[in-house]
């Protein structure tokens, strides 16, 4: 993204003129909608309707064509047919406007001659540089000039709009709208909307990268179906990082029905959820389930509010409000806490004695009747050193809630700390008199704390990863070994190679060496010593151990002697007469890890990491990385895998060398970093674990080339 | 519960006469609402107000005491203060009222003086049988009669009340009328509300087995704190199983933080979570995590639809709302899946070409413009003999809702299959239009999918476990292990002797004998054929493994006699001289389950089980289940473990034999059953699964006796 993108970004998003091309003056028309909208809602810069038949379009003046305006046009939204859309952009871009909305449908999203279409488009916005949204999308809308270049029906159910900071792209029109409408009534103020359609130029990343500039825009909200630049996406949030701004994101595909039915809806292959999961966890992308989810972390976090820990008090009208919340409140990674003793106490003199003030504290139902109480409970809360959020519980009371809202405004206002309050029951009037005063209020304790919970994972989310390359990678070794495989043709590297690969990068190998006949077999043990392992070593055997083609635990001339020419034999029988043997050293540890490397069509390459041995099948879990990562992001990756208590003490057992196994991780992603336009895939399997300050060892490794090009 | 307190509380929830005790006649003052409500919604019984200084208490006429009022009355309402109303509930038992319900707080839940009232009133309930409701309760409403005993301010904001099929027993008071209020709001119907208060004689249990057998009862609802008579509960479950009426319950104390809020909450130690959940599971208890999951399970399960399977077919507006649903409809346990291609073509038939007829169901927007399509699609969907539920997805056009409900409304009629209605944006005219129709309407697909995925649950639920007692126990060496144990005052039993009682109750054991010295040692090993293991037989030494107390392995008689000969000295070494020898079979089978036996606060008896060996560390997961279990009730139980994959075929190792270890667990649990008073606890680890067919053994058990009494 070049400053001079930027630039047509900013001007698409705070346009100061819009040209409507192909503007109808019949305000129920699609093409009449966009300019009844801003009529309506009292657009704040220049609205130019072009329309060759018409001199005027609903009331205001029009004009024939682009040429006939003067001066400079910030935006042109383009309501032209399918077929006459490439000629428009084509004429904008001639006038020098920097960006174009196209909303038609009838592109790449029907197939056939759409996506002929649509590839004409995009060859002008090669050719031209103008920036374009959609087409097949509804379009934009900028709450603060009341720009609207938008064709939506989203507001024709009366009411204000309610502008905020929080921006919201969509890849979805009508969801989106309705995910729009849905935050307006839940009280969440708007800064801009925009629907990104079938992106044939701007992608939701590149949007919410423009977003993430504009000082009105706090809090970023997305949309999404399914990514395809993810490493832009990246970018963003690394941004967005820098600038505290959160990205909320909601992403479909996660089940595989869902991925299903997204694929067959957007037509395209996206990459896999669970590396956009572990790419987004690991660049601070808050990551919501579901739409009231989404909006339900864009009420808490649009206040710009930060939490400096986890630990929740809570203040409650109804006792078994606050024993819910506790409940909510751990499931989402908060701690409520009993206070401390002095605490208590100062809490207890202000609190009826039937109440209680440890935390959750029942302020009781007299609190209906004596406000007060509710404004002084505060007042202690808000000093309490152990609170780093608040939520206030509260239910029905419409008639008392003028006194509980004044003493609920006070506390907020007088603390920086997240303050939310939850309103079950009543007529809903406390809970919007609580909106437009800027405080986060939820219907629902579980949703309350749930959204907590993001804002704390959110305030406390670690450093991005660094990009801090080992300095003691053996480069040499490593083109010496990609270009004897390339010379000879082959995309697949044998144990042996795939091992010193690693090796090269700083991954501790279990010793081994290559043998030719049982005699060399032989005295690669004596020189390793120990009991050993002794392998096929074939670029045409797959499954070595299918086949018997690997033996473990050898100690013994003898015996190695033996079975070095039993291999030897099976590999002949099995087709493969230039097999070698590879004699490796049996090693130490047992907790087992799977460490892979593979590419993904949205985010490139990426580490995988599991447990080994007979925890894959029963967790079936695996975490992705996106590479590079640093020590300190590789062992947050294997410290969220389910069965990360393996790697402490167990039934006795000491602690496993975590660290090791990190910077193992931290050295492959390099490698899947450096080596991305030639390694396919590759698989550390088993990584084998000792205990703290022993270290890990790769015992098993198979590299896979990239095919060649052509 | 006999006939006669049913007949109470059937009297309680139908009154025909309430005569209201210490009735103000101010309708603001606590003591004045019940009346002020009861006129205000019109109730259809006979008010009674009791006032000994006015003869018109808010326009009724009043009596001076209870002795005053000719006929029957069915429920009093003692609005006395705490320490009148001893005297008051006594008046009423003497005047023959079955029921009452006292709302004074200042009982056992402030502690001192309030238990000794408590108890006090618990007496004269004991002393003349008339049933009450509370103390600390805020009262009933019943809305088919407009019988509303209570001084909620939960009908303050206005309005109707909303009849229906739910009836609602919330431990909680203030909480409790919240949901009430949020119910209403959200559109559900409900029939019952009743607040159980500090339940010094009517529990949550005996309420819902009231509520059970009223005819306009269709759904039960429940928010518990605690649950002290569980059994008491799982028989209103078996009942409401009976009935086809689902029992939906929210419990907090979930987390750790709840569970210490619940009991300073409510003062009392209730069960532990785990078993509250495993015994509801059981016995189709519908639980959910808050209160918005209650209410819009509420909203699915009202019109009394069944799912017949979980198969979910979505119509909708926009691609990315089915996406959506989709996804979390797979997460909430239902299947999106492609119809087959002759319903496809059907389908196609009637969207447009950009639309998708896979299912999800993309109808598109043109939806919008016309509505008969919504018809049309639906028509072929409730026809489609693969959609078990529907979801229809919709959202703003508020301006196109008449037809398209219309639509909805014929379809919904058309069948008896749940279809659910998410309508996401816009004014929410039309969610409140179809909640008036009937139809389930939602503003998230999250949550109807949630919803929709419970009610699957509920309808595709299993049998109750059956009370098959195993015919084959041993009862007579049960009870000579027992009488020997009780007579020498031990509350331990020796590995020996609990391995002998599991084996009276039929479960395999590995083959083992005791044995006094290293000769009887010997003997008893070669009689078992194959290695053995050594153990000390001590009633004193506790963990004898730590000592060295175990070997492990044994073969040839010069071993197990050297073995048995240092395990002598070790005990002796221990302070132990009288110990003996345990000489057993080495087990086969790898897979190791724990089996335990404990004894419940709320629901007595439980089998606990869970995987042993290092996957207890990594999973920390088991189950209980309430004694007596069937062998399906305890295959469940084992299957619903996180590492239940173990028990199928994994890494080419062949299934485990689960059949045997669900009988093993069904025969402890009757042994749990039939030993209630005797056993504490009995913990088997490891049973030891081998593969299908071949069985399970356990290897070691041992059993300690409960606390003689006095």
Same mark, same amino acid.
Request: hydrophobic fraction near 40%; include cysteine; glycine fraction near 12%.
């Given at each position: 993204m070049g400053a001079v993108d930027n630039t047509a970004i900013q001007r698409l998003l705070h346009p100061r003129s819009i040209a409507i091309l192909g503007a109808s003056d019949n305000p129920i028309k699609l093409s009449g909608r966009p300019i009844e909208l801003m009529k309506r809602f009292g657009y704040t810069g220049r609205l130019l309707p072009i329309n060759a038949r018409r001199s005027e379009v609903q009331g205001l003046p029009a004009f024939r064509s682009l040429?006939?305006?003067?001066?400079?046009?910030?935006?042109?939204?383009?309501?032209?047919?399918?077929?006459?859309?490439?000629?428009?952009?084509?004429?904008?871009?001639?006038?020098?406007?920097?960006?174009?909305?196209?909303?038609?449908?009838?592109?790449?999203?029907?197939?056939?001659?759409?996506?002929?279409?649509?590839?004409?488009?995009?060859?002008?916005?090669?050719?031209?540089?103008?920036?374009?949204?959609?087409?097949?999308?509804?379009?934009?809308?900028?709450?603060?000039?009341?720009?609207?270049?938008?064709?939506?029906?989203?507001?024709?159910?009366?009411?204000?709009?309610?502008?905020?900071?929080?921006?919201?792209?969509?890849?979805?029109?009508?969801?989106g709208t309705f995910i729009f409408s849905a935050a307006q009534a839940a009280g969440l103020g708007i800064s801009h909307f925009l629907n990104t359609g079938n992106e044939a130029d701007l992608s939701v990343a590149e949007v919410l990268g423009g977003l993430v500039e504009t000082d009105e825009t706090k809090v970023l909200m997305a949309y999404l179906e399914g990514v395809h630049h993810g490493r832009e996406l990246l970018q963003v949030a690394r941004r967005a990082h820098e600038l505290d701004k959160p990205i909320l994101a909601v992403k479909v595909g996660r089940s595989e029905a869902g991925a299903r039915a997204a694929q067959s809806h957007t037509a395209s292959l996206a990459g896999e959820d669970a590396v956009f999961d572990g790419a987004t966890r690991q660049h601070g992308i808050v990551r919501l389930d579901g739409m009231e989810q989404l909006l339900d972390a864009g009420l808490v976090f649009a206040d710009g509010r930060r939490a400096r820990g986890r630990r929740l008090s809570t203040l409650s009208l109804s006792g078994g409000a606050g024993v819910l919340m506790a409940d909510q409140a751990s499931s989402n990674g908060l701690q409520v806490q009993p206070w401390d003793e002095a605490w208590q106490r100062r809490m207890a003199e202000v609190i009826p004695p039937f109440g209680s003030p440890r935390n959750p504290v029942d302020l009781t139902a007299t609190l209906i009747s004596d406000p007060g109480m509710l404004r002084r409970a505060l007042e202690i809360t808000v000093e309490h050193p152990g609170t780093d959020m608040i939520a206030v519980l509260l239910g029905n009371s419409d008639n008392a809630s003028g006194p509980l809202i004044d003493a609920i405004e006070q506390a907020y206002r007088s603390t920086d700390r997240p303050l939310v309050v939850v309103w079950t029951g009543g007529s809903g009037r406390p809970r919007r008199r609580l909106q437009d005063l800027g405080i986060p209020c939820f219907t629902d304790p579980g949703r309350a704390a749930a959204a907590l919970g993001k804002l704390a994972d959110f305030s406390l989310r670690p450093p991005l990863p660094a990009a801090e390359r080992p300095d003691d990678?053996?480069?040499?070794?490593?083109?010496?070994?990609?270009?004897?495989?390339?010379?000879? &043709?082959? $995309?697949? /590297?044998?144990?042996?190679?795939?091992?010193?690969?690693?090796? %090269?990068?700083?991954?501790?190998?279990?010793? !081994?060496?290559?043998?030719?006949?049982?005699?060399?077999?032989?005295?690669?043990?004596?020189?390793?010593?120990?009991?050993?392992?002794?392998?096929?070593?074939?670029?045409?055997?797959?499954?070595?151990?299918?086949? &018997?083609? $690997?033996? /473990?635990?050898?100690?013994?001339?003898?015996?190695?002697?033996? %079975?070095?020419?039993?291999?030897?034999?099976? !590999?002949?029988?099995?087709?493969?007469p230039a097999a070698r043997l590879l004699v490796q050293r049996m090693a130490g540890g047992d907790t087992e890890l799977i460490v892979g490397i593979k590419r993904d069509p949205a985010f490139g390459p990426v580490v995988v990491v599991g447990f080994g041995g007979v925890l894959v099948e029963v967790l079936a879990d695996s975490q992705v990385g996106v590479a590079p990562l640093d020590a300190a992001a590789s062992k947050r990756l294997l410290t969220s895998l389910r069965g990360s208590r393996l790697f402490g003490e167990v039934r006795g057992k000491p602690a496993r060398d975590l660290d090791a196994a990190a910077d193992v991780v931290a050295r492959l992603s390099w490698l899947a970093h450096d080596l991305a336009d030639d390694i396919a895939e590759l698989d550390v399997n088993p990584l084998l674990l000792d205990q703290v300050g022993k270290g890990v060892v790769a015992v098993d490794c198979l590299a896979v080339l990239t095919k060649p090009e052509k």
């Open positions: 040429d006939d305006i003067d001066g400079d046009i910030d935006l042109a939204m383009v309501m032209l047919p399918a077929d006459k859309v490439v000629d428009g952009v084509r004429d904008c871009a001639k006038r020098g406007i920097p960006a174009a909305i196209v909303g038609a449908s009838g592109f790449a999203e029907v197939g056939g001659r759409g996506e002929a279409l649509q590839q004409q488009l995009q060859d002008v916005i090669a050719e031209t540089g103008i920036r374009v949204l959609g087409p097949n999308c509804l379009g934009m809308f900028s709450l603060r000039d009341r720009a609207l270049p938008t064709f939506t029906s989203a507001m024709d159910n009366g009411g204000e709009l309610r502008e905020g900071p929080v921006s919201f792209v969509s890849q979805s029109g009508a969801f990678i053996d480069d040499q070794v490593v083109r010496g070994i990609l270009r004897d495989a390339r010379q000879q &043709g082959r $995309v697949q /590297l044998n144990e042996y190679e795939s091992s010193r690969l690693i090796a %090269a990068y700083g991954v501790p190998c279990s010793g !081994a060496f290559p043998a030719d006949d049982p005699d060399s077999a032989v005295a690669a043990a004596r020189d390793l010593g120990g009991p050993v392992a002794v392998k096929l070593l074939s670029d045409h055997i797959g499954h070595k151990s299918d086949i &018997g083609g $690997v033996r /473990l635990g050898l100690t013994g001339d003898a015996t190695i002697r033996t %079975a070095a020419a039993e291999l030897l034999d099976i !590999a002949r029988e099995a087709g493969d």
